[in-house]
């Protein structure tokens, strides 16, 4: 279970700055959005589990997206996803070095300053996360969090406890970057997937559903876009369980492009404002 305090209705109640906390929250579920899916696991002939390769053509060492969050015209925050230049090694296998951030600006600051820092060391062939580290800091409340995982077992390890995980399951950040690699050229609009994420020592089952294509007008350029619904968890900041849309670019990328969320005390957005080093021409259809 998430125990960050601002999320909770108390806060939003009783707190003068409850709606800055609650706006903050809707941006912190924006940026670690997952979509994930369970895989088959397949076994060597003396019984160890063999990792499935998945073909990744929608990243690259190097890549660097940057995001505006807002609240109508007001910058609330900023967001960037990066995945480092140079690999890594654990177990002899390569991996990538991934790392988002979030921040809140303006007077979003000056109410409820936020620090968010999150780090996945990530297989590069079976696009799982080793090794996950969490850094948290809002409003004061920190959370300093490392996570392994172990795939060959499926279990994941924190400094509290050691617990099973379905198969693949992937920690916040590498749900953000296996999901770039869906093959969704067949999805029918309604089309749900199912889903498994590690937070907080538990796994937390979502659903995402497919429900049809846009286009996107941002900074970086106006964008051919594919539309996904998260179905959330409902009650506590969203209003219903399917009031997040997200916005990927309708390209072998599958870069998010637009994230909004409809809370309760409005509507949020995270919108792309540049990226670099990407692995395939951005869907682009009028340059800014």
């Known amino acids: 279970m998430n125990r960050t ?14 709606i800055v906390f609650a706006k903050w929250a809707a941006m912190k579920k924006i940026i670690t959005l997952c979509f994930l899916f369970i895989g088959f696991a397949a076994y060597s002939s003396n019984g160890q589990k063999i990792l499935r390769t998945i073909e990744n053509k929608a990243f690259r060492p190097g890549e660097l997206l940057k995001f505006r969050i807002h609240y109508g015209f007001i910058d609330a925050g900023t967001a960037t996803m990066e995945v480092k230049k140079e690999t890594q090694s654990i177990g002899g296998r390569t991996c990538y070095h991934i790392i988002g951030t979030g921040e809140t600006v303006g ?8 620090r968010d820092r999150y780090e996945s060391i990530v297989d590069s062939q079976a696009i799982i996360p080793w090794l996950f580290f969490r850094r948290v800091n809002e409003g004061g409340y920190t959370i300093n969090q490392n996570v392994s995982f172990n795939h060959y077992t499926d279990s994941a390890k924190s400094e509290k406890k050691t617990i099973a995980i379905p198969s693949y399951t992937q920690d916040l950040l590498s749900a953000f970057y296996y999901s770039r690699t869906f093959d969704v050229k067949n ?3 309604g089309d749900e997937f199912p889903i498994s994420g590690y937070l907080d020592d538990d796994t937390l089952p979502l659903n995402v ?11 970086a350029g106006t964008i051919k876009c594919l539309m996904f619904r998260p179905m959330l968890q409902e009650g506590r900041v969203f209003k219903e369980n399917e009031d997040m849309t997200v916005w990927v670019s309708d390209d072998d990328n599958h870069i998010p492009v637009r994230v909004q969320a409809n809370v309760l005390v409005g509507s949020i957005k995270m919108d792309l404002v540049s990226f670099s080093n990407i692995a395939n021409p951005l869907s682009i259809i009028k340059d800014e």
Do not use: E, L, M, R
Request: hydrophobic share 40%; with cysteine.
């Open 187 to 189: 999805a029918n609009i």
């Open 5 to 18: 305090p601002f999320i909770t209705s108390h806060f939003c109640n009783y707190n003068p700055h409850g």
């Open 209 to 219: 559903k497919f429900i049809g294509k846009d286009i996107v007008k941002t900074k």
């Open 107 to 114: 007077a979003f600051d000056w109410f409820f300053k936020v």
